[in-house]
């Protein structure tokens, strides 16, 4: 098997392992009955934090290819992307469903008198179509709407930073690094700061290129006679 091959396995099968590691472990002290002494709210934020740290995964593999070209990383953007929404979905269902068991005056007050309710919930609407459309069938049907509807993904991501603060209230650290990640990953994708990160891979390129023909250079050279020996030839 050639190594892209393995690689390229290797980072399927481990990106599938470690995004459902976290619900694993949900399910196992959910079992084990070791959740909080509030169990609802513990698996709403643990659903709720592992949708953002895949999101933000998710929205890293473009400027990692644009600053390595490591083409096996580019498949896993899809995968997270998709993982996030279903960490998403079930942070959304028990919300609904375990926190204000389906009843539709509870979740109207909820969501339209908590801000944080209503920011998350319009956080997930903007994913919604995004995981729907994420098949190669649909970015044959969009051709280049695909990509421009694919960008509200920062959309969403900024959504559910203001969600994760609002809720949190007090201690807001952890959501303003996790603000200021997806702040410098967004400033990445702007034309001029790509095209910067290109030009200094191709230096980088070029330098080792250079550096490595002359290195061979030097190793191909004939070595000097020693002063006063004569060649065989003579």
Do not use: C
């Amino acid at each position: 098997m050639r190594l892209d091959g393995l690689m390229t396995r290797w980072l399927r099968w481990g990106t599938h392992s470690a995004a459902l590691a976290p619900l694993a472990v949900i399910l196992f002290l959910a079992w084990q009955g070791r959740l909080t002494a509030n169990p609802i709210q513990d698996i709403t934020l643990r659903t709720g934090q592992t949708a953002l740290v895949l999101l933000v995964l998710s929205l890293s593999i473009t400027p990692l290819y644009t600053a390595f070209t490591i083409k096996e990383l580019l498949p896993l953007r899809r995968r997270l992307g998709l993982y996030a929404f279903l960490y998403a979905t079930l942070h959304f269902l028990i919300f609904i469903g375990l926190d204000y068991g389906f009843d539709p005056k509870l979740l109207k007050e909820a969501i339209f008198e908590k801000r944080y309710a209503l920011v998350g919930f319009a956080a997930f609407l903007v994913m919604l179509p995004l995981a729907l459309t994420s098949t190669k069938g649909w970015m044959r049907r969009l051709g280049k709407r695909w990509k421009a509807l694919h960008r509200w993904v920062y959309v969403a991501a900024l959504l559910v930073i203001v969600h994760y603060v609002w809720l949190v209230k007090s201690d807001i650290r952890v959501p303003l690094l996790y603000g200021a990640i997806v702040g410098i990953l967004l400033a990445l994708r702007i034309p001029a700061v790509t095209q910067r990160v290109r030009q200094f891979r191709q230096a980088r390129r070029g330098g080792r290129a250079s550096g490595a023909a002359t290195a061979a250079g030097r190793r191909a050279a004939p070595k000097s006679q020693p002063p006063g020996r004569e060649s065989a030839a003579d």
